[in-house]
């Protein structure tokens, strides 16, 4: 099953290469990763997306508390939660194929951020399930370039993560 | 820019003590001796040489000069695993600190203390290739606790006293501080205050276990009709022997150590029923294999003692205490009772709340299982009846009997790794902890020497011996100058097959007796003289009848290194052995008895 896992840690100089060599030296599988500082400039938040029936979740979870520079995280699968994923995407656009795609992004509530005569450049967000399904929409032949910025995640209600 | 202590204002603390200035090397030499370090092993050169001047100019730590950057890490694991105390070496950059990486593997794989400080080229050099560099922190970075790359002078106190703090907490293992060079620089002072606290919000070990969960698991211990205790190396690291101890014979349930246990009970008390796992005791493994309830203490279901663990001990439910919930659940899936914390406090929990308790053991139900195991003891246990009588060859196994004989069981046993390792676990019998010193996760060849080096300086009126074979010896054998120059007097029990003789063993086994790679004898060399081209003693022992006088010899020894080359069996195999992909009882015997 696929596990979002949202994860505190210092922000300290290889701290990221700590939690990624621990995912290859396990043989853990990545799907996304991000990370960011947060607005405690001391703490980075990372949000990684993981794929492993629940004993290898387990270990995953376990795994990476055992860091030292681990503060505290959360299998946001667990609950109810929010995710999303940023993706900016280069699709052809000429003649007929203009209208096309307009209304394809307008269904799929994205933006035109950049155009050229041949081009048009689409912000999107939403879930990974979203992004998959505009992909498609618009067709392997139509698209240039694709660039997605992985999951990012919160969980709903009043829980939060925080130290 | 160099300033002086003379020309800078004096600086005060809070409470109004003065503060010293203080180089970066000399901060590292004070801080070890803050942790009350009192030697080092190390190995100089360029990107240290600042902290090796500092290391001079003071006289509170002593510095062995090892021959090998492996051994410095070996020797200060040796001194680390006999003492309990956290373990220091010192490796220059580049060559040095991949030097280091064998003996951090090895102490990382069996959750030793270690503090390893290695220096680097200078801060604006890195990532340049600079002459003897090494990205230190990303080579060590899968076999360390923990790893520091010092940014600031001013943070070396604070790194050191988290590095220590890192290693010797929760589950101990080795913590790398990784020193540019110009953070050493005797020029450059600040001030050194020594923190007296850490406190790491990321980092908080257990210090209890949970209440709720030692109930439950004296409840599941109680209701037991073939219980065993199966207690590993998290016993010996958490000083919990005594402990254990207590519990196993207030419950009277058989006690079986690991490879890394071994010690953790003692070995010659009749409720020890021998080590487990692959070339364990057929009474422990059956008994494990049988069981109703079994009690893992400390140890981490290990594929060397689990066989395949989809076939482990079926029927039983399982209690597992570790101090490491990434131990729990690992392998074996079936764990009824998890009990996160460290051992020690635990058990003696327990003991407490079973005390309290009004309820017993089932007194006639542990009856029947004792006289079960102590059928299969009678019947194929390696220490009832002499199943390795030969009279034309020494038999390794009475090597290490009359090793035992010859110390009367109190020597410190550092071990190689190879089928001397396993005779020395199943025939010296461990009434102590830390007694046994082997490279248990890792399997390192060329531990045996340079850890009992570590050893000898820590208990330097203890006799120790070094188990190893010909092939394991000759890979840290320069340390036989550094034994010259420190005076430590271990004796070397080299069982000489002529052979890699656990390779050979399983060439025999698998693969028809095609011995590839596994033979050398026509190119030994004469060890005995080159014990005595280092300065020590060396005897060649052929003949049975004379292995325990000349032993005896040996020992009496005292202030010498002795070399004893014993010429075994060379077609000797260890057993029992599992047999792979089985479960835990399904083991060959001997070469005449294929399974069971
Ligand atoms: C550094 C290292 N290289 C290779 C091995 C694989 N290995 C395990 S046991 C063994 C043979 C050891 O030979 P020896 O020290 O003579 O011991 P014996 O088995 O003959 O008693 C080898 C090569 C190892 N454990 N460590
Ligand atoms: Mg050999």
Redesign the interface.
């Known amino acids: 099953m696929r596990h979002i896992i949202s994860v505190l840690?210092?922000n300290e100089?290889?701290a990221l290469?700590?939690v990624v060599?621990l995912f290859s030296?396990r043989g853990y599988n990545i799907e996304s990763l991000t990370v960011a500082p947060t607005e405690d400039v001391t703490l980075s938040r990372l949000t990684v997306t993981t794929i492993g029936d629940d004993?290898v979740i387990?270990?995953i979870t376990?795994?990476l508390?055992?860091l030292?520079?681990?503060?505290k995280l959360v299998d946001l699968t667990d609950g109810e939660h929010i995710e999303r994923e940023l993706m900016l995407i280069k699709i052809k656009a000429i003649g007929a194929q203009r209208t096309e795609v307009k209304r394809t992004c307008d269904i799929f509530r994205g933006q035109i951020v950049d155009v050229t005569p041949a081009m048009y450049t689409v912000q999107l967000t939403g879930t990974s399930d979203k992004l998959d399904a505009f992909i498609d929409a618009i067709g392997a032949s139509a698209i240039l370039e694709v660039v997605r910025s992985g999951v990012s995640g919160i969980a709903r209600g009043e829980r939060v993560l925080s130290? | 820019m160099g300033v002086t202590i003379a020309r800078l204002p004096k600086l005060f603390t809070r409470r109004g003590s003065e503060v010293e200035l203080l180089s970066g090397g000399e901060m590292i030499m004070r801080a070890l001796k803050e942790e009350g370090v009192k030697i080092i092993f190390g190995y100089p050169g360029g990107a240290v040489l600042h902290i090796y001047d500092a290391l001079y100019q003071q006289d509170a730590v002593e510095h062995i000069l090892v021959r090998h950057e492996q051994a410095a890490v070996h020797a200060a694991d040796g001194f680390a695993r006999s003492t309990g105390e956290v373990g220091v070496s010192l490796v220059t950059s580049g060559p040095g600190a991949t030097n280091a990486i064998t003996g951090i593997a090895t102490a990382y794989m069996d959750s030793i203390p270690l503090v390893v400080i290695s220096g680097n080229v200078p801060s604006h050099l890195m990532g340049t290739d600079a002459f003897q560099e090494t990205d230190m922190i990303g080579c060590c970075r899968p076999i360390v606790k923990h790893s520091f790359l010092v940014r600031s002078i001013a943070e070396i106190p604070s790194v050191m006293k988290k590095a220590f703090h890192i290693a010797k907490s929760g589950r101990p293992g080795p913590v790398v501080v990784d020193v540019p060079k110009d953070m050493t620089a005797p020029t450059e002072k600040r001030p050194f205050v020594y923190p007296e606290t850490v406190k790491m919000r990321s980092y908080t070990p257990a210090l209890k276990g949970h209440a709720g969960q030692i109930r439950k698991a004296l409840d599941l211990l109680l209701e037991a009709k073939r219980p065993v205790i199966y207690a590993g190396g998290g016993v010996v690291l958490g000083n919990a022997a005594k402990e254990l101890t207590a519990i196993a014979k207030r419950l009277g349930y058989p006690v079986t150590n690991t490879l890394m246990g071994l010690g953790a009970f003692p070995g010659s008390d009749d409720q020890f029923i021998g080590m487990l796992g692959m070339h364990g005791f057929y009474e422990a493994n059956q008994a494990m294999h049988q069981a109703d309830v079994i009690f893992a203490v400390g140890a981490r279901f290990d594929d060397r003692v689990t066989n395949n663990p989809k076939k482990f001990c079926p029927n039983a439910r399982i209690v597992h205490i570790d101090i490491d919930p990434a131990s729990i659940q690992k392998t074996v899936q079936h764990i009824e009772v998890p009990l996160v914390g460290p051992v020690g406090p635990v058990l003696a929990d327990m003991v407490e709340m079973l005390n309290q308790m009004a309820v017993e053991p089932d007194q006639n139900a542990l009856s029947a299982w004792w006289e079960t195991i102590n059928g299969w003891r009678e019947k194929h246990g390696l220490w009832t009846g002499d199943r390795f009588i030969r009279r034309d060859k020494i038999m390794p196994q009475d090597v290490i009997r009359t090793l035992y004989e010859v110390t009367k069981g109190e020597a410190f046993v550092c071990s190689d790794v190879g089928q001397h390792q396993m005779f020395a676990a199943q025939y010296y019998k461990y009434d102590q902890p830390r007694r046994w010193i082997n490279s248990g996760g890792l399997g390192t060849m060329g531990f045996g020497l340079p850890a009992a080096m570590g050893v000898q300086l820590a208990h330097p009126d203890s006799p120790v011996a070094v188990v190893t074979g010909e092939g394991s010896i000759q890979m840290c054998i320069e340390e036989l100058s550094t034994c010259t120059q420190y005076n430590m007097p271990v004796k070397i029990i080299n069982l000489n097959n002529a052979a890699l003789g656990m390779v050979k063993q399983w060439q025999d086994m698998q693969y028809g007796g095609r011995y590839a790679g596994s033979t050398y004898a026509d190119s030994l060399p004469d060890f005995v003289k080159l014990a005595e081209a280092y300065g020590h003693v060396g005897m060649i022992v052929t003949d049975p009848s004379e292995l325990k006088e000349k032993m005896e010899e040996c020992f009496a020894m005292k202030d010498r290194v002795v070399f004893m080359d014993i010429y075994i069996d060379p077609d000797e195999h260890v057993y029992p052995m599992q047999i792979p992909t089985g479960s835990m009882k399904d083991m060959i015997l001997s070469k005449t008895e294929p399974s069971n």
């Open positions: 840690m210092e100089p290889g290469s700590r060599g030296q004993t387990e270990q376990k795994q508390n055992k030292i520079d681990v503060v130290v």
